[in-house]
């Protein structure tokens, strides 16, 4: 019997979902199928973000995955509860509640923090320290909690920021999402991630 496909799921918000990427290919989801299957792994992917999600909106998400029996879920979120102002306990909370139920499945889960929204182009220089301080209480709440639901966290949020101020190419034309270039940038950064857990459910797998 051949082995099961590996079921990818992507969860999250509009990063997640690959808004501001030229083609489908360039997408986070796509670029890590990319790289797994070039490990051997046979990748069923899913991708279930939803472009403007915040943190509350993850729990519909993760209703629409649990029937698919993930193996492993990438979750991507938090911009939007900047962007919005949602009191990071709250965002911080329904991500804990997300994490707990995926993890209920089986599946591993690897969680992305908010970006240091500082990054984007338009947020004017004075307010860039304040901006860069309340992401970073976000970011370090949502790594307590993912770390304690079971979830991996990928910490690539300060090398991530500084790729995208150095580089402007890295935003797409509405200098607020990634470009095709900035999703290669951030899945360069999440593939170690990814495929370290993976690597690890295979050998579990065959031992």
């Known amino acids: 019997m051949a082995p099961s496909p590996f079921r990818l799921l992507v969860l999250g918000d509009s990063i997640a979902y690959g808004t501001g990427a030229s083609r489908s290919e360039d997408t986070i989801?796509?670029?890590?199928?990319t790289e797994l299957t070039a490990d051997?792994?046979?990748?069923?992917l899913h991708v279930l973000a939803v472009p403007g999600a915040v943190s509350?909106?993850?729990?519909?998400?993760v209703r629409r995955a649990v029937?698919?029996?993930?193996?492993?879920?990438?979750?991507?979120?938090?911009?939007?509860?900047l962007a919005r102002f949602v009191p990071a306990p709250q965002a911080t909370?329904?991500?804990?509640?997300?994490?707990?139920?995926?993890?209920?499945?089986?599946?591993?889960?690897?969680?992305?923090?908010?970006p240091d929204m500082s990054m984007v182009p338009f947020v004017p220089p004075g307010l860039r320290p304040l901006v860069r301080g309340a992401c970073a209480v976000l970011q370090q709440s949502q790594t307590r909690v993912a770390g304690a639901g079971?979830?991996?966290?990928?910490?690539?949020v300060a090398d991530l920021a500084a790729a995208f101020v150095a580089d402007p190419a890295l935003f797409s034309a509405d200098r607020f999402h990634p470009s095709s270039a900035g999703y290669a940038?951030?899945?360069r950064a999440l593939a170690p991630y990814v495929l370290e857990v993976a690597r690890a459910r295979r050998d579990e797998a065959a031992a």
Do not use: Y
């Not at 051997?40 to 069923?44: A, K, L, P």
């Open 29 to 33: 989801g796509r670029r890590l199928a």
């Open 40 to 44: 051997g792994f046979d990748v069923d």
């Open 56 to 61: 509350a909106d993850l729990a519909a998400q």
């Open 67 to 81: 029937p698919l029996e993930p193996d492993l879920a990438l979750v991507v979120i938090g911009a939007n509860d």
């Open 93 to 114: 909370a329904a991500l804990g509640a997300a994490v707990t139920a995926l993890r209920a499945t089986g599946s591993d889960v690897v969680v992305v923090p908010a």
């Open 150 to 156: 079971g979830a991996t966290v990928a910490p690539v």
């Open 185 to 187: 940038r951030i899945s």
